[in-house]
């Protein structure tokens, strides 16, 4: 939640945006703002045409917007996104501050972005950039956060004059002393999960397994072998017993020793503070004992200082009252002995089982409780698992759990565990919800999002879509399906496995984008049958010429009936129309034969039904590809000349001069073998390619790579033969995704179009294949051409590509 507090104080919640009406430029695309923020990294501040909701999100926003993030990647770089893509991205540039409130400022005009730091404005200026296609129509701030909460107070929005300085004078700060418990607000905001810690445990009998007895009453206090362990040398008291006599040591001063340990703080008398230092030193926690030492040398320095009664307050100077760190950040615990009892099992009080496999770990309750509250509730309710030394755990996957204990002890993530985005990391994202480690789920949801791609949206969504907590990854995929639908149903099947709410949020998503309605209607079909391979609509209808659609879809007949209806059937060829009217798909399935009915009624006189909506139904889609059409042979409507104007943004120049693309042959490159002429647009005499003997075969090839960045649906080629009369007669023309597993997009057997030098000629690609997006593409002779001197010799001077790009 996003909550106002006093004096102007406020916490945005992870992934969400804090909006108010007075956060908004005088002046379209003119204005600063300034404020304050305390966060541990990614101070986001969002600039838009309009205001969003509290549940925006940056990263899901269509619409054009400025973005800038103070303490990017974990607080290592500043970022500055246009519409979603970044284009400032620098290391080191006015980072955030965890400790205490800072002030900064953020000035647009006209597309010129300034950041500073400091209460005034226009001053301590740490980075510039000026945007050459401006946003001048930017007029709302909004105050948002990446994975952490950020605190933000004195926020203040300010009109832009030529005399910028003098504008401090109109901001309301108020100085930051320190004093104020804003950090604490800020845990209040976070949720009752931040609150829980290992303070919670502190002189508690749940889960304690050893207990000091202390001062002449001899009073009993609890303790956990393991935190002792991780804060000093405990090793000769804790091995093999669960009393500690310490008859000489007041319980205030042992209060305040395993205070210091339980949460970074405590207090002390003055008087005490000698023999606080004393049992600090016998067990070696270090830390309070320097700062016992410290405090005592400052006493001696000044005597007016001393004064018995007063209590002394110590805090350990890596802690941060309040901010909700990750355990065991913040505590005097070593990280290092932490993990190794995690590794040698040393003062374990539980053995993990996971059904079907040995002993996983020996393991702590303390430490999964102090993570967990499902683990705590399992070791505290009078559970079987209360009273027991063994968990026994089924349907958890081994690996994704092995991975969770690694970072209830840690606190961090490992890399190894953020790069297997498929499997593992999907399955600590789900074991992270089960077990209700939040700290955890928060980090997995982040790289996931970081992660995202085309190729492993679909897997990620099928995992995630039951899941409620996961609820920003869900839209966030859903709409990133929506955005590459031709990319997502062609390049794996993976989106069958989809459930049918999901599937149906993803047609009926208003950023769907797609090249054709047919491309829709084919993954529809495709999610209904549950194919295992890619094909179109004409094959199912083969299909169904001896089967019913009952048995086709099985349990997903009826759904077809609630997708098909998405399909806007007016928006398809007349001719595919009177072909899908005819269908065995139209003859079986009423609700097909409606729908292609009214659009075919509608293409002839305009008649449609009236309670349909139209303005939906008849409507275009977007596509998320550039429609580049062949004319005719040699127009300046292909791929390549497209791309030898850097995408439509200046004159052409040879893409393969300006690295837009390349190209390569199968012979080295020479005089007359030159990549660049394919897409100079002049006429060559003499171009051609020489075999490469690969497994004791001739190899023949021009290949084209768009880049990493780039794919095409490839529907039209052209070839230009060079001055020779080596005519090509048997060759392929293919796709591929990576350069080494290629498929025919074409093939050529025997074709006598080329029969003149000089000659232009172009070739459609049709049927499926014309609906793949590739990223390689490449001409490969299969047989000797006309020329008898050198058969083997590839020639021609021109190749241009036509289809949908991106």
Known sequence: MIEKQHKKFLTVAPFECAWR?????????????????FALNDVTVVFREHVGSQHYHYKRDNSPHYTVIIGSHRNRRLKIEVDGNTVVDVAGIGLCCSSAFQSYWISIYDGLISIGKGRYPFQNLVFQWLDSNPNCSVQYVGLSSWDKHVGYRNVNVLPLTQNHISLWTNVDCGEYDGKEDCEEAMENESGNYENWGLGNFLESWELSDIVFVVGEEEIAVPAHKVILGASGNFSSSLFNQDVIQLLDVSYPVLHAFLQYIYTGHTKVLESQLSSLRTLSLKYEVTPLVKQCEEITERFKLNKKLFDSGNNVEISYRGSKPQCGTAFPSGLPLSMQRLIQFHVTGEYSDVDIYIGGHDLVAPSHKIILALWSIPFFKMFTNGMSESISS???????????FKAMLEFLYCGELGSEDTTDIGTLLIQLLLLADQFGVTLLHQECCKTLLECLSEDTVCPILQAISSV?????????????????????????????????????????????????????????????LQAKELYGWDVVDETMLNLMPEHLFGERFHSASLLLPLVRFPLLPYALLKKLERSNLSKKIPTFEYLVKEAISYLEFGLADPQGDQNARFQHRRSSFKELQYICDGDSNGVLYFAGTSYGEHQWVNPVLSKRISISASSPVSRYTDPKVLVSRTYQGTSFTGPRIEDGRNNVWWMIDFGQDHQLMCNYYSLRQDGSRAYI??????????????????????????????????????????LLPFRFFRVVLTAPTTDESN???????FLELYGFFR
């Open 21 to 37: 009406n007075d956060l908004r430029f005088r002046e379209a695309g003119r204005g600063c703002v300034a404020f304050e923020a």
């Open 791 to 797: 058969p083997w010799n590839f020639c021609i001077c």
């Open 729 to 770: 007669r048997c060759w392929n023309f293919q796709g591929s995704l990576d350069g080494k597993t290629w498929t025919d997009l074409r093939v050529h057997e025997n074709d006598t179009t080329m029969c003149k030098p000089g000659q232009f000629a172009s070739w459609p690609i049709v049927g499926p294949s014309a």
């Open 468 to 528: 409620p907590s996961c609820k920003l990854i869900e839209e966030t995929c859903v709409r990133k399906l929506a955005m590459h639908f031709d990319y997502c149903t062609t390049s794996s099947m993976d989106f069958v496995l989809l459930d049918e709410a999901s599937f149906s949020n993803i047609l009926k998503h208003p950023d769907l984008t797609v090249t054709s309605e047919e491309r829709v209607l084919n993954a529809i079909l495709l999610w209904c």
């Open 390 to 400: 063994k968990v026994l755990l089924q349907d958890v996957p081994l690996e994704a």
